[in-house]
């Protein structure tokens, strides 16, 4: 079983960056493929981004693409999110969240329901 440990969230202004880490333990992390996802106050839980357990392949939600990169460093046992250009839309809980996937390599996962671990969430708040 993975525990997920999420941090780098803040408050910034509209247009900044932030990386968003996610720590993962006590699994093989590279047997896994990991996602973000966010929740805004009054709103339901939304994919962000996946990532498969080899890196190879990503997927993103259409409002982030271009701004956010999804990567992993499986001798780290992190996933990352990168976020450019953020917008106060943005502003939400994000939760990094891992599902097992040693049959594939190369799938990746885009529904909460697919997730297996969830960590307890960082805070990004944009202001404009």
């Known amino acids: 079983q993975v525990q997920l440990v999420e941090s780098g969230g803040g408050l910034l202004p509209a247009g900044g960056s932030l990386r968003l880490s996610c720590a993962a333990s006590?699994?093989?992390?590279?047997?896994?493929?990991m996602g973000w996802f966010r929740q805004a106050p009054g709103k339901e839980r939304e994919f962000v981004a996946a990532?498969?357990?080899?890196?190879?392949?990503?997927y993103y939600q259409d409002s982030v693409k271009g701004r956010f990169t999804i990567s992993r460093d499986n001798a780290k046992n992190t996933v990352y999110l990168q976020m450019n250009s953020l917008k106060p839309e943005d502003t939400a809980v994000y939760y990094c969240?891992?599902?097992?996937?040693?049959?594939?390599?190369?799938?990746?996962?885009?529904?909460?329901?697919?997730?297996?671990?969830w960590g307890q969430g960082t805070q990004v708040t944009v202001s404009s």
């Open positions: 006590g699994g093989a992390f590279s047997n896994y493929a």
């Open positions: 969240a891992a599902r097992p996937a040693i049959r594939s390599g190369v799938a990746y996962y885009i529904r909460d329901s697919d997730y297996d671990y």
């Open positions: 990532i498969s357990r080899r890196a190879g392949n990503t």
